[in-house]
């Protein structure tokens, strides 16, 4: 059962914030969120985690409401590089070989 | 750079033969690795489970006697995709979490196109 919901496909024009939403209304209260972004005929990549707090590193910040049911990933000078799907997931902490189960995702076009 | 690695990057073969592809961990040991296939314009399906110096677990739906998975090592795990058939074709990519950190490393992925 998907645990999250994204939109199927955005649109975002190079140079500007690219926000890109996440429902998780039943997220449970040891599970974090996590993001991962694949560019085209590539693994995923990581891009960040975070419980309830918002997290920021050097590929995006990360923003979760307070009741946790949403959060959204900002990237905040879109590139053309950036085109890619990206996966919201949930999973436990501290556990880093349970497996990751992908949704749809959001695929993100940066536009010239 | 790159912390897991695939091999081959990509392999066409013909119906009915075997095709190995190996996973590795680069520069950490993985007891555990998984499997995913990924089919054109789809997600990242999990495939099975792969740990080292023990059966690998498959998902629901997944033949494990087409989709051999051997983790002899803590930096390799293998998938040979038997008898493979055009159906077989896909974007094959492994993952392995690392030690101390909360997420896991992709690797490449393998293009496997049956003819």
């Known amino acids: 059962d998907a645990k999250t919901t994204q939109p199927p496909s955005m649109d975002c024009a190079e140079g500007r914030a690219a926000n890109l939403p996440c429902n998780h209304s039943?997220?449970?209260?040891?599970?974090?969120v996590y993001w991962y972004r694949q560019i085209h005929s590539q693994g995923p990549q990581y891009i960040i985690h975070g419980l309830k707090n918002n997290e920021t590193n050097e590929m995006a910040s990360l923003i979760i409401t307070e009741d946790r049911k949403s959060s959204t990933l900002i990237l905040p000078h879109a590139t053309l590089r950036d085109t890619a799907v990206y996966y919201c997931i949930v999973r436990a902490n501290g556990s880093g070989d349970d497996k990751i189960i992908f949704g749809k995702g959001t695929r993100l076009h940066i536009l010239p | 750079g790159a912390v897991v690695s695939q091999h081959p990057s990509w392999v066409i073969c013909k119906s009915g033969t075997s095709v190995k592809i190996e996973c590795r961990s680069l520069d950490f040991q993985a007891t555990t690795m998984f499997w995913y296939r990924q089919f054109p314009k789809q997600s990242l399906m999990l495939m099975a489970t792969s740990n080292e110096g023990s059966k690998a677990t498959y998902e629901q739906g997944v033949e494990k006697d087409k989709f051999l998975i051997n983790h002899a090592s803590l930096t390799l795990s293998t998938l040979t995709v038997t008898s493979a058939h055009p159906e077989d074709s896909s974007f094959y990519i492994c993952?392995?979490?690392?030690?101390?950190?909360?997420?896991?490393?992709f690797g490449p992925g393998t293009r496997l196109t049956v003819l």
């Open positions: 039943t997220i449970s209260g040891n599970e974090y």
């Open positions: 993952s392995a979490p690392r030690a101390g950190l909360d997420t896991q490393y």
